[in-house]
């Protein structure tokens, strides 16, 4: 069973900076998809970023330039690093492993919250 585990997350600056972590365990991370995902309370949850086992990333228009997904399959672990933040990127955090070497996203993090506000 696939464990995801996210960290990282709290109040920010706008302007400032956060590195999120998902730790992963119960599958061979290396093969699998990474990703993160992001939700307002009452509005729809939305992609942010894609990683695939090969390293090629994907993101939300809203985020290129300023966030990095990259992982580290020696630790099991996907990271999402959010430069000038701002006050829209306040959100839950999930990060997500899918169950091809591309997507196929299906299981979840419990999420973490991210707050951009002065």
């Known amino acids: 069973q696939v464990q995801l585990v996210e960290s990282g997350g709290g109040l920010v600056q706008p302007g400032g900076s956060l590195r999120l972590s998902c730790a992963a365990s119960?599958?061979?991370?290396?093969?699998?998809?990474m990703g993160w995902d992001r939700q307002v309370p009452g509005k729809q949850r939305e992609l942010v970023a894609t990683i695939t086992s090969t390293a090629i990333t994907n993101y939300a228009d809203s985020v290129k330039g300023r966030f990095t997904i990259y992982r580290d399959n020696a630790k099991n672990t996907v990271y999402l690093e959010m430069n000038s933040l701002q006050p829209e990127d306040t959100a839950v955090y999930y990060c997500k492993m899918g169950s091809t070497w591309y997507g196929d996203f299906g299981s979840w993090g419990q999420g973490t919250q991210v707050t951009v506000s002065s």
């Open positions: 119960g599958r061979l991370f290396s093969i699998y998809a």
